[in-house]
Structures are given as structure tokens and as C-alpha cells.
């Protein structure tokens, strides 16, 4: 009986739902270009469309944490807005290669980066250089 009514109080416990406000959600997405890269036309940039959040949303979800030293210089310095007024700057790095992976690193912990995959560095790619 005991056993019961403690599997019921830790369902119970699980299935709160959070508050609505403590959801949040992504608002803008701002690109400042941070040095000209000689191959690739490079200027700042804003995106606040659903699609193109959408986009970098995929693209940062599924980068994969990279081992080992990084030796980089960033296109990008990136600072995603949310809905709840904060912020988070990144690093990004794309290149015109559309066979290489691209790089994404916090810029709170610069020692570590993540790897896009080339399918969502390419639609990165595509969503920048239509603009």
C-alpha cells in the first residue's frame, strides 16, 4: 500500500506542467559580421521570421560537441534574442565550402565548439546569401 501511494505521489510530481511564462522561445536572430572573409560576402544580418528561427534552431540543436583544441576565427559573432528578454552570443563559422561542416561556439566557453552538420550549414548558407 505504501508503495502505491508513493508511485502515485512521484507521477503526480512528474506531471506537473510548468508555467506558461517559463516556456521561451527564440525572437531574433542577429549575425554581425566579424571580418571579411576575401571568398564570401559578409554583412550584418536579422532574422526574426518563424522559418529562418526555425532554421538556426535545427541547425544549433543537432551540432555536435567537437574534442579537442579549436583554432578558429569566426564569420560571425551571433546573438540570439529570446522571449524572455535574455540573450546568448555565439561564434559562427560557415565558410563557402558546401562540403564542410560548420563550427558553432559559445562565446562563455570558447575553448568549446560544436559541429553543424553540412546539410544544416548549407541551409544556413542558403538563408544568409538570399539576403
Do not use: W
Amino acid at each position: 500500500m505504501v508503495a502505491i501511494v508513493l508511485v502515485l505521489m512521484f507521477i503526480t510530481g512528474c506531471t506537473k506542467s510548468e508555467p506558461k511564462d517559463a516556456i521561451t522561445s527564440i525572437t531574433s536572430i542577429e549575425l554581425e559580421c566579424n571580418t571579411p572573409i576575401s571568398e564570401v560576402k559578409c554583412e550584418n544580418q536579422s532574422f526574426n521570421d518563424e522559418e529562418s528561427i526555425k532554421i538556426f534552431e535545427e541547425a544549433i540543436n543537432t551540432a555536435v560537441e567537437m574534442l579537442g583544441q579549436l583554432d578558429y576565427s569566426a564569420e560571425y559573432n551571433m546573438t540570439i534574442s529570446y522571449s524572455n528578454n535574455a540573450t546568448k552570443n555565439y561564434d559562427l563559422s560557415l565558410r563557402s565550402d558546401r562540403t564542410m561542416k560548420g563550427l558553432l561556439v559559445d562565446q562563455g566557453n570558447t575553448s568549446q565548439g560544436y559541429e553543424i552538420s553540412v546539410d544544416h550549414a548549407n541551409k544556413l548558407r542558403d538563408l544568409i546569401s538570399k539576403r
